[in-house]
């Protein structure tokens, strides 16, 4: 398996975006709705090897795009590990848009 596979990396900005009324997704806030005891963290290979873990009630929000552009911030790839515990990892995305529409 490759590294990008078991990871699951993507970038949360979406080039369709931005012709639509509300523009470029500029921010995500991702809410971990429960715990994980082993694995899944939100992973972002770019950041120095940050790692978030999954825990009820934590967030963590990260720039979709460049400072002043709506280039995308490749910085911010980001994957999830795999849960390697029998416990189930749920979670919440919310996206701020340029424009609000």
């Known amino acids: 398996l490759s590294l ?5 990396i993507h970038n949360n900005n979406n080039r369709d975006h ?8 500029i ?12 694995g899944g963290e939100t992973y972002f ?19 979709s795009v460049l400072p002043d552009t709506i ?9 999830s590990y795999p849960v390697l515990s029998e416990d189930k990892k749920y979670g919440a995305n919310a996206f701020i848009h340029l424009r609000n529409t």
């Open 4 to 8: 990008a596979f078991i990871l699951k």
């Open 18 to 25: 931005v012709d639509r009324p509300q523009g470029a997704r």
């Open 27 to 38: 921010l995500t806030l991702y809410f971990y709705l429960s715990d994980v005891r082993e």
């Open 45 to 63: 290979p770019k950041l120095n090897n940050v790692k978030v873990k999954p825990k009820k009630g934590r967030a963590v929000l990260w720039p």
């Open 71 to 79: 280039l995308e911030d490749e910085r911010t790839v980001h994957g």
